[in-house]
């Protein structure tokens, strides 16, 4: 059942991910399926958790897509984003990504370091937090 490759079509490793990145492809295996949110303009969100081989992250899917995805599906994204969201990292599809399931069960995967588990810091904060430190140290 997996789809071939495009030609010149490269995945884009989970480990590799970094706050706002687009337009990767990536394939992950479906870990964990949460209780869907929904907002308060009443859209619906699908939250997994997802792996592939070198880590995994929190994934939502907005819109009818996520209610056919589940544990065990090897999912294909093209045109995702790295988001962060409260200060976490989160895969998501871009508003013109496309999501495709290509297999199930069959997928070597890493559960840890969930990269969605780290606090990302923007530049302004990082250097914030430096000049903070070296206050304390003088």
Same mark, same amino acid.
């Given at each position: +059942? !997996?789809?071939?490759?495009?030609?010149?079509?490269? *995945?884009?490793?989970?480990?590799? !991910?970094?706050?706002? +990145?687009?337009?990767?492809?990536?394939? %992950?295996?479906?870990?964990?399926?949460? %209780?869907?949110?929904?907002?308060?303009?009443?859209? +619906?969100?699908?939250? *997994?958790?997802?792996?592939?081989?070198?880590?995994?992250?929190?994934?939502? %899917?907005?819109?009818?897509?996520?209610?056919?995805?589940?544990?065990?599906?090897?999912?294909?994204?093209?045109?995702?984003?790295?988001?962060? !969201?409260?200060?976490?990292?989160? $895969?998501?599809?871009?508003? !013109?990504?496309?999501?495709?399931?290509?297999g199930e069960d069959t997928m070597e995967f890493k559960e840890h370091p969930n990269i969605?588990? $780290?606090?990302? %810091?923007?530049?302004?904060?990082?250097?914030? +937090?430096?000049?903070?430190?070296?206050?304390?140290?003088?």
């Open positions: +059942m !997996f789809a071939p490759l495009k030609p010149g079509q490269q *995945f884009v490793p989970i480990a590799k !991910f970094r706050p706002s +990145m687009r337009g990767f492809d990536c394939e %992950v295996i479906v870990l964990e399926t949460a %209780v869907p949110t929904t907002t308060r303009d009443g859209q +619906m969100i699908y939250n *997994f958790l997802v792996a592939d081989k070198s880590a995994s992250i929190l994934m939502n %899917v907005w819109g009818d897509d996520g209610r056919y995805i589940r544990n065990g599906d090897i999912i294909r994204i093209e045109g995702a984003e790295a988001k962060l !969201f409260k200060g976490f990292l989160q $895969l998501t599809t871009a508003r !013109f990504g496309k999501l495709r399931r290509v969605s588990e $780290l606090q990302w %810091v923007t530049e302004q904060e990082s250097k914030a +937090m430096k000049a903070e430190l070296q206050d304390v140290q003088h």
